[in-house]
């Protein structure tokens, strides 16, 4: 009997167009950077081992499309997630505005089995520009949105320095394991209902 | 039908018909006329045309787009400048209640001004109960297309004929479809002063590479698709594996190399319209997210084909297996991605383990048919087979410096396009036409050429023979196939007109290799 299975991880960014969703993603996988915006198209979609307290999982990351066009599109790339991560532009009170349309409409999409405690990560992008100062989000503002939506763990990060990226994704990776993990758990006893020892019910109940 | 009989048939219709254009509009044999040649006037008055960028980094003789960069320019513009109004071509879409939508040039909101003023003028013929074609202004055209609640507008001095510039306006909406589907009318209907410039968001490089593509490539006009010239045991391969998944729940599969296809599939009773193809490849291959990281190069995105159903999205998976060679897998369900992951995954295995992809790199650097490789004349009766060089066969003979000059009679280059197949194979430029100039020059000459020849009422056997101070072009028409060959000025007719024949025997005997044969036929 195999003990360590491998692990997959579904894994989406949400956030309003050109906030920096895919330079996040492209920081964290590659470790490159571009200037230049290229609109996401649907969504793309790549893996990432990673190691995490002596297991290795697969993150399998869903970069969506923050182009309005595609919102109405999410029931397709939501479902089945195991944490969903909320980008905004420090720079633009919009795109942190949006961040509460994104959660629910993430959350009516996904229909997760148990949406208050739902596993978000919101990360506050491009705090490198203009060495902070045109920044129109403060810290304190989106921390608090953050502990009034269930305390959700929160990031400042760049895409374009690396900065906070690597930091931002563990955290990621460790709440999609906890949801991930609650869901194998719940699995075997609906599973098994016929062989194990004490199920809850026998015979027909209709 | 054999050779001789082609022959017969050609020259017969050449000169016992002097009511075709061929003898009548055109100089003929005299080769004095100018009157044909739009690019005349586009030297002279030394419009800006955009494409003229290329020039600078031109580099390879078949491939003169690859050089171009897509994306919007000239965003400061509006109609005010100089420069604005100067351009050869613009293309306006518009809404219904003058909301700009799409500006080739300039940003759509500076443009909002002028976008009324053509909403105007469509409104006014409207409401006398007509619809706007087309106005003529001096030497600029500007045609009109109405879809709905949408209005599409050309304004060009490119002298390109209407059913040509109207033909790319189609296309456009298409194109817009493809991203949105038709039911952005719904959004007009409760809403006509309904903004849709938002919803078109980080899509202008699909609608600038789209435009671009009107002067490069001959499938905007023609109405058909081109193939990757490939050894037939190769194609097979390729369609065998795709077949294989299409009969796993994928509506079309799809490999395809740039804008040339290596092999498709389509579920049963499933067809596609050429015009879909190339509005699905221009919007792949202008989509930079598609290929933007490389370990990400999967890629899901709802899309519309406007000619299989306007009304709804499929749903598109595409993964590029290297910079050229991309697969597309269309299904009807928006949860399929995994599926099509997997069929991608066994796709990929057979194209690895039966060196498709290899193929496919040796025929682009190869090239498709070069005109110097067509069989010599025979002195009498038929070409045969096997004396042309197949290009799977030549691996050594690439882009070699003096290659290109030039086939017989003064042959430099055709396009040929099987009715049946709804394909079309064009040959590789000869050095007489290296320039993106030159190229698209002799594209407009073809486009001109092809919408004389549609225009309705004429036989269905008909040919054209025109010369002017830039070339000698031949066209041939009849209900298998369409021929447009172009010689050098100097061409013999008598023998252009043999060597069209020798053509059209050459494609027969290479058509294993040019064409994707059987694929399921393409009806609509
Ligand atoms: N200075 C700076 N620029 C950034 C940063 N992150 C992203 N950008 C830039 O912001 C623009 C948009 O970034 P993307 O990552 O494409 O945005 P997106 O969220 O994926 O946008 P959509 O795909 O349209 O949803 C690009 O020009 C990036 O170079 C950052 O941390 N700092
Ligand atoms: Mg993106």
Redo the contacts with the bound molecule.
Sequence with gaps: MPSRRRTLLKVIIL?D????????MNQYVNKK????????IGADFLTKEVQFEDRLFTLQIW?T???ERFQSLGVAFYRGADCCVL?YDVNSMKSFDNLNNWREEFLIQASPSDPENFPFVVIG??I??DGGNSRVVSEKKARAWCASKGNIPYFE????EGINVEEAFQCIAKNALKSGEEEELYLPDTIDVGNSSQPRATGCEC | MTDEEREGEIRASLEDAPSSPGSSGYAGEGGSTSATSGSQFEIQHQEIEDDTRIEIDRISLSDSHTSWIPGKRHLDEDDASISWRKRKKHFFVLSHSGKPIYSRYGDEHRLAGFSATLQAIISFVESGGDSIKLVRAGRHQVVFLVKGPIYLVCISSTEEPYESLRGQLELIYGQMLVILTRSINRCFEKNPKFDMTPLLG?TETVFSSLIHSFSWNPATFLHAYTCLPLSYATRQAAGAILQDVADSGVLFAILMCRHKVISLVGAQKASLHPDDMLLLANFVMSSESFRQVKLTSESFSPICLPRYNPSAFLYAYIDYFDADTYLMLLTTSSDAFYNLKDCRFRVEMVLLKSSVLSEVQRSLLNGGMHVEDLPPLPHSGSSHLGQHMLPSDSPDRFKEANSGIGGPAGLWHFMYRSIYLDQYVSSEFPSSINTPQQQKRLYRAYQKLFASMHDKGIGPHKTQFRRDENYVLLCWVTQDFELYAAFDPLADKASAIKTCNHVCQWIKDVENEIFLLGASPFSW
Aim: net charge positive; proline share 0%; charged share 20%.
């Design positions: 956030g167009s050109g906030v920096g969703k895919t330079s996040l950077f571009s200037n230049q915006y290229k609109a996401t970069d499309a923050g182009q980008v992008n491009k490198d520009i990060t760049s895409a374009k | 980080g």
